[in-house]
Protein backbone atom coordinates (compact mmCIF):
# COMPACT_ATOMS: atom_id res chain seq x y z
CA UNK A 1 0.00 0.00 0.00
CA UNK A 2 1.69 3.55 -1.30
CA UNK A 3 0.85 6.42 1.08
CA UNK A 4 0.90 9.72 -0.10
CA UNK A 5 0.30 12.97 1.77
CA UNK A 6 -0.90 15.93 0.22
CA UNK A 7 -0.19 19.41 1.30
CA UNK A 8 -0.68 22.88 0.61
CA UNK A 9 -1.30 25.97 3.04
CA UNK A 10 -4.93 25.94 4.98
CA UNK A 11 -5.90 22.50 3.52
CA UNK A 12 -8.91 23.53 2.60
CA UNK A 13 -9.06 23.55 -1.43
CA UNK A 14 -6.16 21.70 -3.32
CA UNK A 15 -4.48 19.44 -1.10
CA UNK A 16 -8.17 17.84 0.11
CA UNK A 17 -9.35 17.89 -3.21
CA UNK A 18 -5.85 15.47 -4.01
CA UNK A 19 -6.62 13.21 -1.01
CA UNK A 20 -10.05 12.63 -1.97
CA UNK A 21 -9.13 11.78 -5.71
CA UNK A 22 -6.26 9.31 -4.52
CA UNK A 23 -8.23 7.99 -1.58
CA UNK A 24 -10.26 5.55 -4.06
CA UNK A 25 -7.05 4.46 -6.13
CA UNK A 26 -6.44 0.96 -5.73
CA UNK A 27 -3.24 0.61 -3.77
CA UNK A 28 -3.04 4.10 -2.41
CA UNK A 29 -3.69 5.58 1.14
CA UNK A 30 -4.10 9.07 0.99
CA UNK A 31 -4.35 12.03 3.61
CA UNK A 32 -3.98 16.05 3.41
CA UNK A 33 -3.19 19.21 6.01
CA UNK A 34 -1.87 22.27 5.36
CA UNK A 35 1.00 24.52 6.87
CA UNK A 36 -0.80 27.51 8.20
CA UNK A 37 -1.42 28.13 11.48
CA UNK A 38 -5.38 28.35 10.70
CA UNK A 39 -5.54 24.90 8.27
CA UNK A 40 -8.51 22.67 8.65
CA UNK A 41 -6.10 20.04 9.99
CA UNK A 42 -2.66 21.51 10.32
CA UNK A 43 0.67 19.14 8.97
CA UNK A 44 1.99 17.08 12.24
CA UNK A 45 5.02 15.16 12.51
CA UNK A 46 2.88 11.54 12.69
CA UNK A 47 1.15 13.04 8.94
CA UNK A 48 5.00 13.04 7.49
CA UNK A 49 6.45 10.04 9.51
CA UNK A 50 3.53 7.86 7.57
CA UNK A 51 4.18 9.17 4.14
CA UNK A 52 5.94 7.11 1.71
CA UNK A 53 5.05 10.24 -0.82
CA UNK A 54 4.75 13.45 0.04
CA UNK A 55 3.02 16.25 -2.72
CA UNK A 56 3.12 19.51 -2.14
CA UNK A 57 1.43 22.31 -3.84
CA UNK A 58 4.18 24.84 -4.18
CA UNK A 59 7.57 25.65 -3.52
CA UNK A 60 7.20 27.73 -0.56
CA UNK A 61 5.51 24.51 0.97
CA UNK A 62 8.35 23.01 0.17
CA UNK A 63 10.57 24.91 1.89
CA UNK A 64 8.41 25.54 4.50
CA UNK A 65 8.22 21.38 4.74
CA UNK A 66 11.53 21.41 4.88
CA UNK A 67 12.32 23.69 7.59
CA UNK A 68 9.80 22.28 10.15
CA UNK A 69 10.50 18.20 9.36
CA UNK A 70 13.95 18.54 7.98
CA UNK A 71 14.81 15.46 9.92
CA UNK A 72 11.62 13.90 9.35
CA UNK A 73 12.18 13.96 5.85
CA UNK A 74 14.80 11.64 5.07
CA UNK A 75 13.63 8.22 3.26
CA UNK A 76 10.91 10.34 2.01
CA UNK A 77 10.41 11.31 -1.77
CA UNK A 78 9.06 15.13 -1.67
CA UNK A 79 7.07 16.67 -5.11
CA UNK A 80 6.27 19.58 -5.89
CA UNK A 81 3.51 19.93 -8.57
CA UNK A 82 3.49 23.62 -8.86
CA UNK A 83 -0.48 23.92 -8.54
CA UNK A 84 -1.40 27.44 -8.12
CA UNK A 85 -3.84 28.27 -5.21
CA UNK A 86 -6.35 29.24 -7.93
CA UNK A 87 -9.08 26.62 -7.92
CA UNK A 88 -12.48 25.83 -5.64
CA UNK A 89 -12.76 22.02 -4.08
CA UNK A 90 -12.79 19.28 -6.50
CA UNK A 91 -12.91 21.62 -9.61
CA UNK A 92 -13.12 19.50 -12.57
CA UNK A 93 -10.20 21.39 -13.86
CA UNK A 94 -7.91 20.83 -10.73
CA UNK A 95 -8.86 17.06 -10.37
CA UNK A 96 -7.69 16.57 -13.51
CA UNK A 97 -4.40 18.59 -13.36
CA UNK A 98 -3.71 15.96 -10.32
CA UNK A 99 -4.29 12.96 -11.66
CA UNK A 100 -1.86 14.05 -14.94
CA UNK A 101 0.52 15.12 -12.45
CA UNK A 102 0.24 12.73 -9.43
CA UNK A 103 -0.88 9.24 -11.21
CA UNK A 104 2.03 8.94 -12.87
CA UNK A 105 3.81 8.53 -8.94
CA UNK A 106 1.24 5.98 -8.09
CA UNK A 107 0.60 3.99 -10.46
Known amino acids: MMRALFICSR ?6 TAEHVFAT ?8 AGLAADAE ?3 SAE ?3 WAELIFVMERVH ?5 QRFGSLLK ?4 I ?3 IPDDYQYMQ ?3 VDLLQRKVGCYLR
Open 92 to 94: PEL
Open 25 to 32: WPGVESDS
Open 47 to 49: QVQ
Open 41 to 43: VVL
Open 62 to 66: QRRLQ
Open 11 to 16: NRLRSP
Open 80 to 82: CLG
Open 75 to 78: GRRV
